[in-house]
Antibody, heavy 122, light 110 residues
Framework: EVLLVESGGDLVQPGRSLKLSCVGS????????LYWVRQLPGKGLEWVSG????????GYADSVKGRFFVSRDNAKNSLYLQMSSLRLEDTALYYC???????????????WGQGTMVTVSS | QSALTQPPSASGSPGQSVTISCTGT?????????VSWYQQHAGKSPKLMIF???ERPSGVPDRFSGSKSGNTASLTVSGLQVEDEADYYC??????????FGGGTKVTVL
């Protein structure tokens, strides 16, 4: 079965750090770019970050640039999101997602995890 | 990085067609043919319905179609069915290895 499974979500105080993980299975993990997308409670989708198949190229939304860092370990079929200086507005369900196209990718997300909840609150 | 603009809601009766617009700028939709559409049912993860403006992934019914003109992309659902009631989001490559989403459109089947 083709799957992405996120973990690491938690309740954390403002200003603290948290690291999310996403493990993929059922597909050739290092063939595809991967992404983090978040959804605030009852709100729409917001793209957070992306990383190329080999980790050489990354991108970030302005809202998280300088605070979040995306990485991957293809040997472990794992994607990560290191989040620091967390703010109240970072509270959301965080999804990892896979690009639908090999290699360079086409920024279309054909496989999504179930999401992991991050709550930033004092 | 402003969000793409979608109407908050759209509706139609079973069998009818509904079209959702997604308006961006010359830096995103107008520049790239990397527009995607997603369907999200309540409490579920999003599902890819259209990629690269008008391509359908395997398994997506041909009732779903996409198009683009200038800075505006559109998703049309023909022959509306009860199970099409969901939230729909557009997205586009926005340069600098970034992606932006639309605010979402709630489709109601009357």
């Amino acid at each position: 079965e083709v799957l992405l499974v996120e973990s690491g979500g938690d309740l954390v105080q403002p200003g603290r750090s948290l690291k999310l993980s996403c493990v993929g299975s059922g597909f050739t993990f290092d063939d595809f770019a991967l992404y983090w997308v978040r959804q605030l409670p009852g709100k729409g989708l917001e793209w957070v970050s992306g990383i190329s198949w080999n980790g050489d190229v990354t991108g970030y939304a302005d809202s998280v640039k300088g605070r979040f860092f995306v990485s991957r370990d293809n040997a472990k079929n794992s994607l990560y999101l290191q989040m620091s200086s967390l703010r109240l507005e970072d509270t959301a369900l965080y999804y990892c997602a896979k690009d639908s196209s090999y290699g360079v990718g086409n920024e279309a997300f054909d496989l999504w995890g179930q999401g992991t909840m991050v709550t930033v609150s004092s | 990085q402003s969000a793409l603009t979608q109407p908050p809601s759209a509706s139609g009766s079973p069998g009818q067609s509904v079209t959702i617009s997604c308006t961006g700028t010359s830096s995103d939709i107008g520049r790239y043919n990397y527009v995607s559409w997603y369907q999200q049912h309540a409490g579920k993860s999003p599902k890819l319905m259209i990629f690269e403006v008008n391509e359908r992934p395997s398994g997506v019914p041909d009732r779903f179609s996409g198009s683009k003109s200038g800075n505006t992309a559109s998703l049309t659902v023909s022959g509306l069915q009860v199970e099409d009631e969901a939230d729909y989001y557009c997205s586009s490559l926005a340069g600098g290895h970034t992606v932006i989403f639309g605010g979402g459109t709630k489709v109601t089947v009357l």
